[in-house]
């Protein structure tokens, strides 16, 4: 046994003898299936945070030859698969953090030759004339055991070396040459935040199956915590499940699976506080310098997803690295591996997927004095308190001037329009409310409606409705006719009807708000 040659089981260990441990070891299954065959590359990224490390020492601890696992996995839900026992401790593992490696390097090819030097010693073949490859074959042939190779931080080099193409080339060419075709890999796993980079319309590394934010496929389950995974843990810790749903959920493939970033849910049960846990890894610094970069409207876009939309993009032309960008798209798909947007494969848009990463956005934006948009975010509050004090004009008055300051970005045309703005002008309503758009409710479809959260109860739900170039007391009239408060039948709190009616000959809002008993 080993550092990197089947280095054992304690660092997953580690994981199982914390606290907070969710059963992942299903993954086995997938990899199990896919050995020695034509589909034994898997490269799988994901933002940081996503349990990419902890998973890589499980299959170490599964895979590798060097210590008995049986007492780690015996009672995981793996055991109970027939091909459990079939794989368990039969493989030599090479388990290795990229990173580890550059940076104990000045350049590539010295990060790539201690490297080959430290794995050749282990194998102890340092007294032989092989090579590293001549190794690794020579090994294979006495022990007739394939090797497991385990990739962690694979695409390091491409965030350190952004523009050094010789560089990427070099590491490339030595990942190539190590692995594709060669009979001793059993299976090649390599985890990173960024897929495979592409050079032109070919990959240097074309026989690893990607998986990835925007198509996960057969592992989605196993980066991130599942709904009911997450539920389960708030009953236990008694912590607001519908609180942990808004601050750390909303990254999904499609809108049936949600799925939450794991460390941050980890964190907010062992506190019991919840709070952005997002800038003790990586601060808004990172966010600001893409957004920035304002390619055809991508300030726009960022803008409108602030309000809860959400925005179609083409995420196939991407290059998978951090500097190559021709237009929004690229930037948008970049900050979707990067976990700062969530994508739905479904309809192929983006989103800002929960509070947590919203208030990265805010942060990154205020810093960019972007004072449009700031100044609407901060007068909200005291749009939400006069909506609360029946002020309609001061609510109207409010809104014309978020629409006013904004007008590049939020232009009207229909009463969608003037949902993104009004969005905008309520965006402290984030805090207090679940928001929803659109929602189904009596004969009809409520505009938006307000859902006070649980902690925050004693605030009035509200019932929404636009219009556009007609009148506030014609949206009254139609959340009453129409019974749209109907879906907040179980509420037992005070309800707000808001009627708002924007006229485009006098370019002016009107706002009613009345009182209403369930």
């Known amino acids: 046994m080993g550092y990197y040659v089947n280095p054992g089981v304690r660092k997953f260990q580690l994981s199982l003898n914390s606290e907070i441990y969710v059963d992942k070891s299903n993954l086995i299954t997938k990899t199990n299936a896919l050995l020695d065959t034509r589909q034994r590359f898997i490269c799988i990224s994901r933002p940081r945070r996503f349990g990419k490390t902890m998973a890589a020492e499980m299959l170490a601890a599964y895979y590798g030859s060097g210590e008995d696992a049986h007492p780690l996995f015996e009672h995981l839900s793996i055991a109970k698969h027939s091909s459990y026992n ?64 385990l990739i962690d931080e694979w695409d390091c080099l491409f965030r350190e070396y952004k523009n050094d193409i010789e560089s990427q080339k070099e590491y490339l060419d030595f990942l190539r040459l190590w692995l594709k075709d060669q009979v001793y890999v059993g299976l090649a796993y390599m985890t990173g935040i960024l897929p495979i980079k592409k050079y032109g319309t070919h990959s240097a590394l074309n026989m690893f199956s990607e998986y990835s934010m925007i198509d996960p496929s057969q592992f989605l389950d196993f980066f991130g915590f599942k709904a009911d995974e997450v539920e389960k843990l708030a009953m236990e810790y008694s912590v607001d499940f519908d609180e942990i749903k808004n601050w750390y959920n909303g990254y999904f493939v499609d809108l049936e699976l949600p799925l939450y970033n794991p460390t941050s849910v980890t964190e907010c049960l062992l506190r019991k506080r919840f709070s952005n846990y997002w800038n003790k890894t990586e601060t808004y610094e990172a966010l600001k310098d893409y957004i920035m970069l304002d390619f055809d409207g991508l300030k726009d876009k960022i803008t409108l997803m602030l309000t809860g939309a959400n925005i179609g993009i083409n995420a196939e032309r991407f290059t998978n690295d951090m500097t190559t960008f021709s237009n929004a798209d690229d930037v948008l798909t970049l900050l979707i591996h990067l976990g700062y947007l969530a994508y739905n494969i479904d309809d192929e848009t983006v989103r800002i997927p929960n509070e947590e990463v919203r208030r990265e956005f805010v942060n990154a934006i205020e810093s960019l004095k972007w004072n449009n948009v700031v100044d609407a975010l901060h007068n909200s509050n005291k749009l939400l308190k006069a909506i609360w004090n029946f002020e309609g004009d001061v609510v109207a008055k409010g809104i014309e001037e978020v629409h006013e300051q904004n007008t590049s970005i939020l232009k009207y045309n229909d009463e969608n329009s003037l949902s993104c703005v009004l969005s905008l002008a309520f965006y402290s309503a984030r805090d207090y409310y679940t928001i929803i758009r659109e929602l189904p409710s009596g004969k009809g479809y409520a505009d938006l409606v307000f859902i006070p959260r649980k902690k925050h109860q004693d605030m009035p739900a509200m019932v929404i409705e636009l219009k556009w170039d007609q009148t506030a007391v014609g949206a009254i009239a139609q959340i009453k006719a129409k019974n749209y408060s109907a879906v907040l039948e179980a509420y037992q709190g005070n309800l707000l009807l808001v009627g708002i009616n924007y006229d485009k000959e006098s370019k002016t809002h009107e706002c009613i708000i009345e009182p209403f008993q369930l």
């Open 86 to 149: 079939q794989h368990l401790n039969h493989y030599n593992v090479l388990m290795i953090n990229m990173q580890e490696f550059l940076s104990r390097s000045k350049t590539v090819a010295e990060m790539l030759t201690l490297l080959q030097s430290k794995i050749i010693q282990e194998l102890k073949k340092d007294d032989a004339n092989d090579d590293f490859i001549g190794t690794m074959k020579s090994v294979y042939q006495e022990t007739k055991r394939p090797f497991v190779i």
